[in-house]
Each structure stands twice: as structure tokens, then as C-alpha cells.
């Protein structure tokens, strides 16, 4: 039995269309936008950076919902391409590169190839050998990057001057925190694009039965690929930012924990489904920030929350939000 | 570099493999009898260690020490298996690695609360401390021949347990295929609950025999964890064979990488190039070996099922 | 705990209705208690919580309030918190990185800040030197521990020897300090994958190697389990010789017998005979069960004395930061370490001990002081600090 034989179809369908579901993600986007313009007048200033954190993570994490949730190919190494694209980004700084569209550029560009590489080996496996053989290519990473000098190692490399965003720079001091809105949006309406195109028809096609697809003619391997690398282009994409938004960069990010952690805010939040990623990611963020500042003892109710949501909403968050949509 | 020097490291190696391979074979049984992918199984190891560490300090016997842990362990696991794993047999792979992530991070906190935050103490049996003398130019540590002994006895044990038995029998049975066995009259619920603590009990002596080696601390499953899934997957998912011939092999190329590595590449590089890039081979060599191998066999050296 | 932190919280939303009246002083202490630097983490926190309690919940006579809270020793969630330590926190003073990635991780926004980082336990090079700050105290400097050991081993009169370390560039730059005042010869230099558990093919090295000693650094689990099995090889009669923080008490509690008498090299052991260090190590013993601290400890301890000096000696006006920095480069503190007076580039000019592990009276294995192998030492990296 293969992993995506294992996938129940209901799964499978898009995101059903409510009357809502056209104004829900402008409603959503409009409110995000905002945050900047109110939160200093409540003192809220940290949660600007705080959204903004959550919004890049969502965009890796939407990377994900795509080869997982789609594609129904379970990878344990989506961190990996998330810290090549932000080391890309500081080797980038490193030579001499000021614009941050460039280095951001440079990112999405490193996380693409990565994924085209390791992907070409990886996709010839399946289930649990394919999350392995991801694990081991971001393991691999991991290590390089704690003993490589250049870039500070173990210690990390700090970007001390900001990078440049062109025109933008001294429109608003939060010209920053809507680039990454307006990159999570675009992201966001890629991955629901994708949803009902050709393309992400036929990558769903795959999941639920690949033997079928190859015998309908799909070239199934260049298709998984191509997904595959697309998702590695945006996690890298996410490193990139992730870079700036930290100004500092360190292998940490590729520790397979991280990795871990993606996985289980998309199977959270609902994978496959179109708010699956953004929704696991503001949920895990905002509870694991909210326990920590209230307890030392905050990874166990994480854990409890992870057990909950496998028995009583096997299909993440979203699926409980949108059925109740549904019927009402 | 003389012969003596270079069978040393070979039985380094292969005493790093029969370590893992103490761990993986719990790991490959359950996870291959049972398709059920339990990352809490470093979570076991940890109580493996943590129970044997304190029980050997108290009493002062290590056999009996062993023996507590497993015991313990098995109980516990017993508990989690009917709150949660068996809940998990009929879902699929990503369930089980969101709920068994969620039982780690369970764990972790449980070992912090009641041992503290702090490595425990967990000493070597007094009469294992020392080294013996395998050959006039080598001594060995006594320990350490003890975990090959146990490592070895273990991949024998499940050898005859798996296909020499009845309940081997009932095992494979309901590993193939759960529907019929259940109508042939085997209860395979109750089968995978034993497999499922006989896993545990493996998790605990690992975890038990490791500690007078090792740093008995949280988080120590977690990464011992790794190595034991490259191993399983190289080896093929299920099968104890091929977890047994991949342990080896991942410890012998863990260790000939760490071993011989750095002085090849001094011999034919550049030194300060030689000292960035031998022991950053050296440290992934495990991850090229897995890469390699799923590369031309996607389903591992001695894949189970067809 | 529980009770100082609700005291805590509640004098927070006390000030949130008081206006901006510099009535109170604001640590923000990232506390390192899950992950990898969790038992040192767990040490520090009992240092700062033991301080607050014996100044009785005051520094520098005003009322203190302490946010803590864990980032589980990654960097990344450690700029996180400093973000919200800095924009929701405002606070006053920052410290409790273990390790230096995390520390170099927060230093920019502090320092651009202006918020006084006074480290409670990395000493990072690039602060020592090129990337110096006037916000920025540190301890002691990593290099110096090992640079101890250097010139011990010289005085020892081992002539070869086998030194180990992590391969990072951090455990490179620890054997650098090691080989600035060593002057024997090295016979072989081995670098270990982080996070190792075996390391017979390191052991089976050294036997073959026949060196005069051992030096390594090798922190936490990696230097227990090397240690451990270093003994069980039946390397024994190999004196081993170490930087004080992979010989601490966390260190020796874990290995046990084997830690033995072991050489190690800090600023600080809890035999010194000081009578700050003294009243310390009781209190500390007295609360905790009996248990010896650690230089983590008592280097939080000291790290809230300092801000509680410098926050008497500007007269609580603590907004004016500028001055803040200047008393605390003053320490008019009596420091658990003795005295020590700061560089330029605010890292200690002191002593550095040699420690060896032995049995108190009660049997129990604990460091030892037995001398003092430099005197007012100063860092390797000062003369790059244009401060």
C-alpha cells in the first residue's frame, strides 16, 4: 500500500465554494494590510513583526500544502529549502549585492534548483522512503552549513545593514511587512489557482492514483517534479525573507524539527485545503507564543493539541471551519 | 597506520551499528508489521534510559536496573498504546507523525518535570568499567562487548521469533493482510499490541544499555532517532534482516568516514582545504549512504512487501 | 517561580496605569531551559531568581520586574523574543543567552536600541573585537578558558598532544585559543561531528597517537558521552584536559567516577575564597538542595548584582542610557569572581583558575580549586575593537 492509495478522496475536493469564499481572502488580506496602520496606536507595535513572521512561514508552509496536500508526496525536508534560500540570500549580501529583491530573487532561484536536484533523485521513491530521502538531503545541508566558515557556521551570519527595496525604501516604515503581505497573497492565490488548473488536477489525479495517470498518458514523474521544484522555489523564497526579516541567518532554520514543524502546522491547519497552511501556522504560532510567555512548561500542551486534532479534526482545522460553512 | 589500528575501527563500526541496530529493530517492527510510523519510540528509549539510570543508582544492580526499565517502560507504553496508537493502526502515515510529534513533545516535558532539566547520572556496571585485552596491541572496552553480545542476541532472538514461531506466524499474518486473518480467527488487534510492546521493551533496552556510554538527557531519543530511521530505510522497511545488515553498514561507514577520511583527503589535498572538508564528509556520510541507496533501490536494500 | 512571575506580572500592569515615572527597572531575561543548552539554561535561571530574591526583589533600590521567558535555544525564536522584549517589554536591561549564536543573533537590535546586553554567559569573539559595543558586557571571553588550559598544559610539561572539537567554527576558534599559548606540539588535531553519540574511531585515534594529554572542548551531552567512553577505552593514565565548561558540575554529575581528576581551566569555581563568592555558594547551596553551583549560575548571580550597581550608581535614572553603559563598564559590584575591572572592549581583565575534579568531604565529586594559571588576563581581540 502507498502512501497516496491512503488518502481518503473526500480529502481530495477543492476547497467547496461558499457564497463567502470570494470576499473571505480580500476580507482577510484588507484586515492583515491594517495591521500596521492600528497597532501603534494600541502599543501593539511588536505584533507587526509578529504577523509578519507568521505570514512568511505561511508561505513555505503553502509550499508545502502544495506537494503534500496535492501532490500527496510527504516531504521531511521542506526546511532544507528554506535555509538555502536564506543562505543564498546572505551569500548574495556577501557579494556585494544591496537590493533586496535581488538577494530575494537569488533565494526563490537557489530553493528551485535545490528541489529540481534533489527531487529528481527523491520522487523515484515513495511514502516513507521519500520523506526519508528529503530528511537526508536537508540533513546534509544542515551539516554543511555548521561547518562552513564563510558564512559563520554554527554561529549564524547577521545581515547588519537592511537590504534595499528600491523606490519603496522611506515610503512607510513598514514598507517591509506589505511586501511580504502582498508575496504571502500572491502565494496564496497561486496555490488556490492551482487547485482547480490543469496542472493541479492532474497532480491530484497522481496522488490519488498514480498507475491510472500514467496509463491516461500524464508523464507522472515530470509533473511531481515540476511541483515539486515550484514548492522549493517558494520555500526558498520564504528563506530569503525569512533572512531579512531576522537579519540574521543560521543553520538552525534547517534542523529537521523545522521541518517537522511545517508538517504539522499544514496536517494542523488542513492539508490540501486552501486555508490549511495559513490557518496551521496562525494557530501554532500564536498558541506556542501565548505558552510561552505564560509557562516554562509549554511544549506539552502543544503536543496535547496535536492529539486532539488527530482524533476529533483529522482533517486539520480548515475541514471543521468549512463544513460548518457549509451547512450554514 | 598498521592492520591492528584499521580491525580496531572495523570493530568500532560494527559495535556503532549493533547500537543502532538495538534501536532500529523495535522501530522496524512496528513500524513495518504494523505500517505504523512511531517517532515516539526515541520518547521510549529516553524512559528506557532514564528509568534503568535511577533504579541502578538506587539499587546498585544493573541486571535488575535493566530489567525495571523494561518492565516500566512496557507499562507505560501499554497505557499509550490503548489511549492513542491503537487508534492510529487504521490511519495513515502523516496521523501517526502528528500524533506520536505530539507524544515528544509530551514526553519532554513529563522527563523535565519529574528528573529536571539536568543529564542524569547513569553509571557503567563496576565490573564492565574497564577495557579488556582483545589482542596484546588492543584493548576493547568491556561495556562495549556487551552491547555487540546484546545487539547480536537481539537480531537472533527476533529472527527465530518472527519466522520461527507461532506467533511469528500470527504476526506476519496479520501484517499481510489484517482483513483475512481476522476472519481466519487471528485477533489482530491483540497481535499488534504485543508487537507494539515488544517494541517497547527493545526501545527500553536500548535505552537501558546505552546510558553508562551516553548523556542520559532529554531530547536524547530525539537524536539517536535519526540514525535508527536511516537505518530502517536502507535496510527496507519491515524487514529485520535488512535493519540488521543496514545497521552495520551505516555504522561502518559512520565510522571508517570519521576514521579514515581525514587523514585521505590530508594525503591528497590541500591541508586547510583537507580540515574544512574532511570531517563536513565525514559527518554526512550517513545521508549520502541513505541518498545513494534509495537512489537505485527506491524501497531499500530488503524491501518487505512486494 | 510561579509566585515571582505573577509578582512580576502584576507590577507590570501596575506601571501600564502609572504613566512613564522611571519607578521600576525591566529585565528581560531570555531564558535557554528546553533544547540543547537546557541544563546550563535551568543553572542560570536559578543564579538570576537567587540574586532577585536575596536584593529583595529591588535593583539599585528600585522596584525590579523580570519577564522570562524560554526560546529553546534557537536563535531565530531568540530575535523573536527580543522583539518583544524591545516593542511590548520596553525593558531596561537584557541577558540569558547560553550560547553565542543566540547571542550574536539579538545583539543588533539591542544595541541599536541602546538596551544594555550584559551576557550571562557567551563571550563571542566578534564582540570582543571588530564588532565591539558600547551595549555589550561580557563575562569572560570564550578563547580565554581555552587559552588557560594552554598555558597549563606548558606547566604540566606535556610535550604532545591530541586536542578535539566539535567541527564548527566555534570549536575551531576554541583549539585556536588552546594553540595561542601552547607551546608543545600537537600530534593530531580531530574535529567530531556535532551532536555525536560514539566516538570509538576518535578513542582508537588517540591510543594510536600516544599523546602526553587530551585537551578537548566538547559542550554538553558530546562531552559526556566522550568522556565516558574515553575512561571505558582504558585511556585512563591520559590526563584529559579541558575548558571549565566541559568540566562543570552539570558535567560531572552526568559522568561520574570517570570525571576523576580531570583538569580544567575557568574564571570562576565555588571554592574561591571571596566572601561574596562564599555568601553565594551558600545561599545558593541552602536553596537548592545542596547542590553546587555552576559558573552559569554564578555568573546570573553576578549579572544582576551589576545591574543593580549601575542602576544605584546613576541614581535610578536609568532612561539615561548612555550612562547606564558608562557605570556598568565601572562595576562597583563585589563580584562572586573577585575583582576584575572591564577592557574597552567591556570583556574582564581577571584571573583564570585551574579547577580539578575531586571529592568534597561528603564524598561528593566537585571541582577543585588549586591555583591560578593566569593572572589579570586579557582577551586576544581587543586590539581590533575600535571603542
Known amino acids: ?328 | 597506520m598498521d592492520a591492528i589500528f584499521i580491525f580496531e575501527q572495523l570493530l568500532n563500526g560494527l559495535g556503532y551499528g549493533l547500537m543502532l541496530f538495538l534501536l532500529a529493530a523495535g522501530l522496524t517492527l512496528v513500524f513495518g508489521i504494523m505500517d505504523t510510523m512511531n517517532l515516539a519510540h526515541g520518547s521510549l528509549y529516553m524512559a528506557g534510559a532514564y528509568i534503568a539510570a535511577k533504579v541502578h543508582e538506587a539499587s546498585g544492580s544493573f541486571v535488575g536496573a535493566v530489567a525495571v526499565a523494561i518492565a516500566l517502560t512496557v507499562l507505560v507504553a501499554a497505557v499509550v498504546e490503548v489511549l492513542v496508537i491503537r487508534r492510529l493502526y487504521a490511519r495513515d502515515h502523516l496521523a501517526q507523525v502528528l500524533a506520536t510529534f505530539g507524544l515528544i513533545l509530551i514526553a519532554d516535558d513529563a522527563v523535565r518535570a519529574i528528573w529536571g532539566p539536568s543529564p542524569i547520572l547513569a553509571p557503567t556496571p563496576a565490573a564492565l568499567a574497564g577495557p579488556v585485552q582483545l589482542l596484546p596491541e588492543l584493548p576493547y572496552p568491556a561495556y562495549r562487548l556487551v552491547l555487540l553480545g546484546a545487539g547480536l542476541a537481539v537480531a537472533v532472538g527476533l529472527y527465530v521469533l518472527v519466522n520461527h514461531t507461532r506467533t511469528g506466524m500470527l504476526v506476519r499474518a496479520g501484517a499481510s493482510n489484517r482483513v483475512m486473518a481476522e476472519y481466519m480467527g487471528v485477533r489482530v488487534g491483540r497481535v499488534f499490541s504485543f508487537v507494539f510492546a515488544l517494541g517497547a521493551a527493545l526501545a527500553a533496552l536500548a535505552g537501558a544499555l546505552m546510558g553508562p556510554i551516553g548523556a542520559v538527557q532529554i531530547g536524547m531519543g530525539e537524536a539517536i532517532l535519526i540514525p535508527a530511521l536511516v537505518v530502517i530505510v536502507i535496510g527496507g522497511i519491515g524487514s529485520v534482516r535488512g535493519a540488521f545488515v543496514a545497521a552495520l553498514l551505516v555504522g561502518l561507514v559512520d565510522t571508517a568516514g570519521r576514521a579514515f577520511l581525514p587523514p585521505a583527503l590530508r594525503a591528497v589535498l590541500p591541508p586547510s582545504l583537507a580540515a574544512d572538508l574532511g570531517p563536513a564528509l565525514a559527518g554526512i556520510a550517513m545521508y549520502v549512504l541513505m541518498a545513494a541507496v534509495l537512489a537505485f533501490k527506491p524501497a531499500g536494500l530488503f524491501p518487505a512487501r512486494a | 517561580m510561579p509566585m515571582l512571575k505573577r509578582a512580576a506580572l502584576a507590577a507590570a500592569l501596575c506601571t501600564a496605569f502609572a504613566a512613564q515615572a522611571a519607578d521600576s527597572v525591566k529585565v528581560g531575561i531570555a531564558l535557554d531551559i528546553s533544547g540543547p543548552f537546557a541544563a546550563l539554561g535551568a543553572e542560570s535561571r536559578d543564579g538570576f531568581d537567587l540574586a532577585i530574591e536575596k536584593l529583595g526583589g529591588k535593583l539599585g533600590g528600585l522596584p525590579a520586574e523580570v519577564v522570562k521567558t524560554d526560546f529553546g535555544g534557537s536563535p531565530e525564536q531568540a530575535v523573536q523574543l527580543v522583539q518583544r522584549y524591545l516593542q511590548r517589554e520596553k525593558i531596561d536591561f537584557f541577558t540569558g543567552p547560553i550560547a553565542s549564536n543566540s547571542a550574536l543573533a539579538v545583539g543588533p537590535a539591542l544595541f541599536a536600541a541602546k538596551v544594555p546586553f550584559i551576557s550571562s554567559n557567551p563571550g563571542p569573539s566578534p564582540y570582543a573585537g571588530k564588532q565591539c559595543n558600547p551595549y555589550f558586557f561580557g563575562q569572560y571571553q570564550n578563547d580565554t578558558y581555552d587559552e588557560a588550559a594552554g598555558k597549563l598544559a606548558n606547566e604540566k610539561g606535556y610535550k604532545n598532544m591530541v586536542i578535539v572539537a566539535p567541527n564548527y567554527p566555534a570549536g575551531k576558534d576554541h583549539l585556536n585559543g588552546f594553540k595561542r599559548l601552547y607551546k608543545g606540539a600537537l600530534k593530531d588535531e580531530i574535529y567530531t561531528k556535532v551532536g555525536q553519540i560514539d566516538y570509538a574511531a576518535e578513542i582508537a585515534q588517540i591510543r594510536a597517537a600516544k599523546p602526553d594529554a587530551v585537551f578537548f572542548f566538547l559542550p554538553g551531552a558530546m562531552g559526556i558521552n566522550f568522556v565516558k567512553q574515553f575512561v571505558g577505552g582504558g585511556l585512563k593514565d591520559i590526563p584529559l584536559v579541558a575548558p571549565g565548561f566541559s568540566a562543570d558540575q552539570d558535567v560531572i554529575q552526568a559522568v561520574g567516577e570517570p570525571m576523576l581528576g580531570l583538569y580544567n581551566t575557568a574564571h570562576w569555581t565555588h571554592d574561591l575564597q571571596i566572601p561574596a563568592n562564599a555568601e553565594f555558594v551558600a545561599a545558593f547551596r541552602k536553596k537548592y538542595d545542596g547542590r553546587y553551583p555552576t559558573v552559569y549560575a554564578a555568573m546570573a548571580y553576578d549579572t544582576i548584582m551589576a545591574i543593580d550597581a549601575a542602576v544605584r550608581d546613576v541614581g535610578g535614572r536609568i532612561e539615561d542610557r548612555a550612562a547606564v553603559a558608562a557605570a556598568l563598564a565601572k562595576p562597583s559590584f563585589q563580584s562572586v569572581r573577585g575583582e576584575f575591572a572591564y577592557g574597552r572592549n567591556h570583556y574582564p581583565v581577571q584571573n583564570y583558575y585551574l579547577r580539578v575534579v575531586d571529592k568534597d568531604a561528603e564524598g561528593k565529586l566537585t571541582n577543585k580549586l588549586v591555583g591560578t594559571v593566569l593572572e589579570k588576563h586579557q582577551d586576544a581581540y581587543v586590539g581590533e575593537c575600535g571603542m
Not at chain 1, 31 to 40: D, E, M
Not at chain 1, 73 to 87: I, P, Q, R, S
Not at chain 1, 161 to 190: C, E, K, N, R
Open chain 1, 1 to 328: 500500500m502507498t502512501q497516496s492509495e491512503r488518502i481518503a478522496p473526500s480529502a481530495t475536493v477543492p476547497a467547496r465554494r461558499f457564497d463567502a469564499a470570494g470576499i473571505l481572502p480580500w476580507a482577510v488580506f484588507a484586515l492583515l494590510a491594517a495591521v500596521p496602520l492600528i497597532a501603534p496606536h494600541f502599543g501593539l507595535e511588536y505584533y507587526v513583526g509578529f504577523v509578519r513572521h507568521m505570514l512568511i512561514v505561511a508561505i513555505a508552509a503553502t509550499s508545502l500544502n502544495v506537494i503534500l496536500g496535492y501532490g500527496g508526496m510527504v516531504a521531511l525536508g521542506h526546511a532544507g529549502f528554506v535555509g538555502v534560500g536564506a543562505y543564498a540570500a546572505v551569500a548574495l549580501v556577501e557579494a556585494g549585492v544591496g537590493s533586496a529583491w535581488l538577494a530575494w530573487g537569488g533565494a526563490l532561484a537557489a530553493g528551485a534548483v535545490f528541489a529540481a536536484l534533489t527531487g529528481a533523485v527523491s520522487l523515484r521513491t515513495r511514502g516513507v522512503y521519500f520523506l526519508m530521502i528529503t530528511l537526508a538531503f536537508a540533513q546534509m545541508l544542515y551539516y554543511l552549513a555548521v561547518s562552513l566558515r564563510t558564512y559563520g557556521g554554527d554561529d549564524g551570519y547577521g545581515l547588519y545593514t537592511p537590504l534595499s527595496l528600491g523606490w519603496l525604501d522611506g515610503v512607510h516604515g513598514d514598507v517591509f511587512y506589505w511586501v511580504v503581505l502582498a508575496l504571502a497573497a500572491l502565494v496564496f492565490a497561486l496555490a488556490s489557482r492551482l487547485a482547480v488548473s490543469r496542472f493541479g488536477h492532474a497532480l491530484m489525479g497522481i496522488r490519488d492514483n498514480e498507475t491510472r495517470m500514467a496509463a491516461l498518458g500524464y508523464p507522472v514523474y515530470r509533473i511531481k517534479l515540476a511541483a515539486f521544484t515550484g514548492a522549493g522555489a517558494l520555500a526558498g523564497l520564504a528563506g530569503g525573507l525569512l533572512a531579512s526579516h531576522n537579519a540574521f541567518v543560521s543553520p538552525s532554520l534547517m534542523h529537521w524539527t523545522e521541518s517537522a514543524t511545517l508538517l504539522v502546522m499544514v496536517v494542523l491547519g488542513g492539508r490540501g485545503r486552501r486555508w490549511g497552511a495559513p490557518l496551521g501556522v496562525a494557530i501554532w504560532y500564536t498558541l506556542a507564543e501565548v505558552l510561552k510567555i505564560n509557562t516554562e512548561y509549554w511544549h506539552w500542551p502543544l503536543g496535547l493539541m496535536l492529539l486532539l486534532v488527530v482524533f476529533l479534526a483529522p482533517r486539520g482545522v480548515a475541514a471543521l471551519f468549512e463544513r460548518r460553512r457549509g451547512e450554514g
